[in-house]
């Protein structure tokens, strides 16, 4: 083979090559968009989807906090006996109930959202106990003017949880 014929093919593969070089990468660019938009119309859709279901669960989960107030559960839940203890059991059963029953919830809500409202069920569990713990609390109505006059004295767990939510909710928009 001759030098120039060489010198003329390389002459004629190289721009051929670098036209070639050009097209992968556009394409490939091309093609990497493409996907970028593909995902972010799915993701798209998804969010207005699951809108409504993340609002319902906030939703319920603020239901559950109202629910689960002091002042609220007490009258709520009456004494079936004078028996302290047997009270304090029954508020009990029914804050574990009243969570039990939306611990779905937790898929459509922040981790940070759900132990907020994880310890304040947990703390408002506490102040039952220890309102029931304290001497002059002997029987099941006593136990309610104890918890009750401990609320007018402080924040009940489940407001600042409930405050949680609200700003949660309202930075979705």
């Keep these: 083979?001759?030098?120039?014929?060489?010198?003329?093919?390389?002459?004629f593969?190289?721009?051929?090559?670098?036209?070639?070089?050009?097209?992968?990468?556009?394409?490939?660019?091309?093609?990497k968009n493409e996907d970028g938009r593909r995902r972010y119309l799915l993701h798209k859709?998804?969010?207005?989807?699951?809108m409504p279901l993340?609002?319902?669960a906030y939703e319920r989960m603020a239901i559950f906090l109202e629910r689960i107030t002091p002042s609220k559960l007490l009258i709520r839940v009456s004494p079936i006996s004078s028996n302290k203890e047997d009270y304090e059991s029954l508020l009990i059963a029914s804050i574990e109930q009243e969570f039990e029953h939306n611990l779905s919830?937790?898929?459509?809500?922040?981790?940070?959202c759900w132990n907020i409202i994880t310890a304040a069920k947990n703390a408002t569990i506490q102040l039952i106990?220890?309102?029931?713990?304290?001497?002059?609390?002997?029987?099941a109505n006593k136990l309610r003017e104890v918890v009750?006059?401990?609320?007018?004295?402080?924040?009940?767990?489940s407001d600042?949880?409930?405050?949680?939510?609200?700003?949660?909710?309202?930075?979705?928009?």
């Design 13 to 31: 593969a190289i721009p051929a090559l670098i036209t070639g070089l050009i097209a992968y990468y556009f394409f490939k660019e091309h093609t």
């Design 129 to 139: 106990r220890k309102a029931s713990l304290l001497e002059k609390t002997d029987t």
């Design 148 to 157: 009750l006059s401990e609320m007018m004295e402080k924040r009940a767990p």
């Design 105 to 112: 919830q937790q898929i459509y809500i922040s981790d940070d």
């Design 45 to 50: 859709d998804m969010q207005v989807n699951a």
């Design 1 to 11: 083979m001759n030098p120039e014929r060489i010198v003329d093919l390389f002459l």
């Design 160 to 173: 600042t949880a409930l405050s949680f939510i609200k700003q949660e909710v309202s930075e979705m928009w």
């Design 54 to 56: 993340r609002l319902q």
